[in-house]
């Protein structure tokens, strides 16, 4: 077994669970993959020169009972085909599997259903008031880093609420699909307004790890550090199958940091932005 194939196991098994890619009672060479929420496991084999040359998924290991008929033949030629267009000599390739998987198999029916009679006519659409409308945000977008195969990239835009947050980003992961199949997206913002008192601004400022410990809170504190405001940052990070330990953080802060020099947040930049 390759180095590369030992650690991309390991980084599967610790995101996953300790069962998700392991090694079948059959040989040397071959293991089993549990695909994530379908109930439906593979059987590959990896050849002694992986990740230089493409692992083989050679069928269907185990199917789920209540599955319908035929959704197990449709994962196997589906991650046949989607192996095809990740793979590429000298890396590994599994994690990015599974990842395309679960987006293009999320939206399809995996159970025997009944269709019931459904009316044809839907309720009226509710009128667009001005509460409901959404400004697109404009994203500065920093240099991608790629670093043991993981890939960060940062996004920043300009909020003047707190309720933009979530829309912004909402906006973001429907409307960009590689930012929506990032393993994380970590985000921080901070915004400052006027309060009643001549002498104090009122302060609004979070942060979200979304899976990746920690990076959240050390984003944050360099908008805090840089003093910024009047931002959103989001920080993507496509896993590679290599644990960076403390390093991503580094990298998280570099991007994070290009896109607002770029952007002009920092005090005396072309477009500093005030809330």
Known sequence: MSDELTQEIEAINSIYGSE?????????????????????????????????TAPQILGIETTGDRLRKGYGKHVLNTARETLKTIFAPGLV???????????????EPTEAQEISNVPETQPPSRPLTPE????????????????KKSVFLARACAVTSSDQVPSCIAHL???DKRASKATHNISAYRIRSHSPNPNTDL???DCDDDGENAAGGRLLHLLQIMD??????VVSRWYGGVQLGPDRFRI???????ALITGGWLKGGKNTREA
Do not use: H
Request: glycine share 2%.
């Open 228 to 233: 910024v405001w009047g931002v959103l940052v």
């Open 203 to 205: 302060v609004f400022q």
């Open 93 to 107: 390739c599994v994690f990015d599997l599974m990842q395309e998987l679960a987006v293009v198999l999320a939206d």
């Open 132 to 147: 409901l409308v959404f400004e697109a945000p404009r994203w500065t977008v920093s240099n991608a880093i790629t670093e």
């Open 20 to 52: 998700t890619l392991k090694k079948s009672s059959d040989g040397n060479n071959l293991y089993i993959l549990s695909l994530n929420n379908n109930d439906v496991t593979l059987r590959l084999s990896f050849p002694p020169e992986y990740p230089e």
């Open 173 to 175: 992961l429907s409307t």
């Open 252 to 258: 998280i802060n570099a991007v994070a940091r290009d």
